[in-house]
């Protein structure tokens, strides 16, 4: 029987599509997070207080044999690593004998002799200091798996099942995040998150397909119900028809490859370029046959650092990530500290605001000979390796004088090539001005959109307003690409926007000439662009820029561009 459309729809959930790829299965929930018990839960005078502590040893094996178990089944080494670690901690002793004394001797309830046992240790290990003191978040992880098993609750957090499953939730900690098995995990929805946050750069890094931002979705997608994701165009349908499944499916199966030429369907040439933060990403955008980088984020190199790294030092992690790319552009960011990349030896650590603070391109005014030395290592490094064609871009830049002094703070070390990101609305609006000086401009979407919507980009409940198809936004964006044209300089887009195959053919639309995004996302984004000739990119970007909301530019674009559905993306 025909499916009919109110029914459908009422089946379907949208969000935002941060991670492109197409996955069903069932859903699983997070387990709902362990409250304190009662400080009232004791014991009756006739209870049998030596079964009672009984208990706790034989939750606390279980909670161990559990930890040890998924351990052995994790495939990647961080999880494995992270689960053998907390597995051998249960093993401690301390924990158990202290919560069973307080059931002999306190007469508490065994959930509550646990949680206060678990307040006890926490309290040694910090005045223990240093390692010690790191560990008390595994003691509270610890404590939760075992008063769950004591009142016969799941296990807090990720599910522990065996079937490979499409995580629901209203929004992922980055600790819980970060310890997702990509062999289990076909699909994340969240609720919250943003396009920018923990969750979709996570689910981005792992090549787990994800929507985030689908209001609604814990409530429509119940735990045990079969889920059809797309994490390209943030589209999820609940119990959907066997059809609909293979007929996706299908789509998911076609390996896609790019070939090193970005073009529109009619041979409209765009660079399609990587964003790197290491050698490891490096190794991948090559291997992916990147045009090359389109964002360096040296800061990844020094966010462990507390001391500024030396030029040499520098010489050589520069060095190494252009020796990649032999005869290809390869556009490096100077350090971008603060907010959410601090650098203990560049920001403050005081500031109220730090989003509004002393961040990016200002620091240089705190420390301009780190600036310095950082533009002569880059200068070093360019020289040994002239193959590369080595472009240099500021991040945060918000006047036309920032972008001047930087330009000529560049052309002091021999570095010609000298633009700045676009991430401030400020900079968006001048962009003519700035781009008399700059020989180019990035967009820096994440952020630009962060600042057009005074939406903290990290912050999972605001992420509606932090989604760059935000008509606002893209008027920056168009704002950006005239002052491009005007100056006949070349403008590109290195925010996760360019990594969405339909937002990329918009911004091509708008004017950009290149789009960088993570590796992952290139192939997809280049049969996207393939697919549209480019008057349509054209139209397209017209109707997303008259839109009223973020809802109804992603959904008349989507409309208007059958080709990406008949790609499956
Ligand atoms: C951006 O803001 O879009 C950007 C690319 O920079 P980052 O994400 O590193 O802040
Ligand atoms: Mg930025």
């Known amino acids: 029987m025909p499916v009919l459309a109110d029914e459908a729809a009422a089946r379907t959930v949208t969000g935002i599509g941060v991670c492109a790829g197409i996955a069903a299965g069932r859903v699983f929930h997070l387990t709902e997070p362990i409250t304190e018990p009662s400080p ?14 009984d208990r706790i040893e034989t939750a606390s094996d279980r909670v161990q044999a559990a930890l040890v178990a998924a351990a052995e089944r994790a495939t990647g080494q961080h999880t494995k690593e992270m689960l053998e670690a907390t597995a051998a901690m249960s093993a401690d002793p301390m924990l158990v004998s202290d919560a069973q004394r307080r059931v002999t001797e306190e007469h508490l309830v065994a959930e509550r002799a646990v949680w206060e046992a678990a307040e006890s240790v926490k309290k040694q290990f910090q005045q223990l200091g240093g390692y010690f003191a790191e560990r008390t978040s595994d003691i509270n992880d610890i404590r939760d798996r075992v008063i769950a098993e004591l009142s016969g609750r799941l296990a807090p957090g990720l599910p522990m099942v065996d079937e490979p499953y499409v995580l629901v939730a209203p929004d992922l900690a980055p600790s819980i995040a970060a310890t997702l098995d990509e062999n289990l995990v076909l699909a994340i ?17 792992k090549g787990i397909p994800a929507v985030v931002a689908a209001l609604g979705a814990t409530e429509q997608l119940r735990p045990g119900v079969t889920a059809l994701v797309n994490g390209s165009s943030g589209v999820v349908v609940a119990s959907p028809s066997d059809e609909q499944v293979a007929s996706a499916l299908k789509h998911a199966q076609v390996v896609r490859t790019f070939d090193g030429h970005g073009h529109t369907k009619d041979g409209h040439a765009i660079a399609i370029l990587a964003n790197v933060g290491d050698t490891a990403s490096a190794r991948e955008a090559a291997a992916a046959n990147a045009e090359g980088v389109g964002l360096f984020r040296t800061e990844f190199c020094f966010l ?28 490096i960011r100077t350090l971008d500290s603060g907010a959410d990349k601090p650098l203990p030896f560049l920001t403050f650590d005081n500031e109220e605001n730090p989003a509004l603070g002393v961040r990016g391109y200002r620091t240089a ?7 310095d030395e950082q533009l002569e290592a880059i200068a070093q490094a360019a020289s040994a390796h002239p193959s590369t064609d080595v472009w240099v871009m500021a991040p945060m ?39 008399a000086s700059a020989r180019f401009a990035s967009i820096g979407t994440n952020d630009l959109t962060q600042y057009a919507m005074a939406a903290d980009r990290l912050m999972g409940p605001l992420a509606q307003y932090n989604d760059p198809w935000q008509p606002a936004v893209l008027q920056l964006i168009d704002a950006a690409c005239k002052g491009g044209k005007l100056n006949d300089r070349p403008v590109g887009v290195c925010g996760e926007a360019a990594a969405n195959p339909a937002l990329a053919i918009v911004l091509v639309g708008l004017g950009v000439s290149t789009v960088s995004m993570s590796p992952r996302a290139i192939p997809d984004v280049a049969a996207a662009l393939a697919a549209v000739e480019y008057k ?34």
Do not use: W
Request: a negative charge.
């Open 397 to 435: 830049v918000s006047t036309v004088d920032e972008a001047e002094a930087f330009v000529e703070s560049c052309s002091r070390h021999g570095l010609n090539t000298a633009g700045v990101m676009i991430e401030v609305p400020s900079a968006a609006l001048l962009s003519s001005h700035i781009l």
């Open 365 to 371: 005014g705190r420390a301009p000979e780190l600036l």
């Open 304 to 331: 462990d650092r507390t001391e500024s790294p030396t030029v040499n030092e520098q010489v050589e992690q520069y060095g190494e990530l252009f020796a990649q790319f032999p005869d290809k552009k390869v556009v």
């Open 40 to 53: 009232g839960l004791r014991l009756g005078p006739r209870a049998d207080h030596r079964a009672e502590a």
């Open 536 to 569: 349509k990119c054209l139209e397209v970007a017209r109707t997303a820029l008259q839109a009223r909301n973020a809802r109804e530019a992603r959904r008349a674009v989507r409309a208007a561009l059958p080709e990406l559905a008949a790609l499956g993306l």
């Open 189 to 205: 929805v969240t609720d919250g998150a943003g396009p920018t946050s923990h969750t979709a750069i996570i689910a981005n890094a």
